[in-house]
């Protein structure tokens, strides 16, 4: 059974940093390019940070570009994502997912709120 279990959301105040990590399991993790994504309330989703499946190459939204940063275990089966000066338009449910060819995964969510 595939799982992706983010944790480490909560919340911050304006400047802050948080650390999200997502758990993988059910799938040959280290074969798969993770990703993370935000949803805010009432906007789409938004494609944050990308991560190849060996961790050497890395791609940002310009939104939080030089302020996130995507990384990987892949002996411990975790990407995560590192947020530093965090903004109130941070604030969103965020999402790890595993993608490859027509394979497809997402996990729950975890939620970050930015605010004083």
């Known amino acids: 059974q595939v799982q992706l279990v983010e944790s480490g959301g909560g919340l911050v105040q304006p400047g802050g940093s948080l650390r999200l990590s997502c758990a993988a399991s059910?799938?040959?993790?280290?074969?798969?390019?993770m990703s993370w994504s935000r949803q805010a309330p009432g906007k789409e989703r938004e494609l944050v940070a990308t991560i190849t499946t060996t961790g050497g190459s890395t791609t940002y939204a310009d939104s939080v570009k030089g302020r996130f940063t995507i990384s990987r275990d892949n002996a411990k089966n975790t990407v995560y994502l590192q947020m530093n000066s965090l903004k109130p338009e941070d604030t969103a449910v965020y999402y790890c997912?595993?993608?490859?060819?027509?394979?497809?995964?997402w996990g729950q969510g975890t939620q970050v709120t930015v605010s004083s």
């Open positions: 997912s595993a993608k490859r060819f027509w394979y497809e995964y």
């Open positions: 059910g799938f040959t993790f280290s074969s798969y390019p």
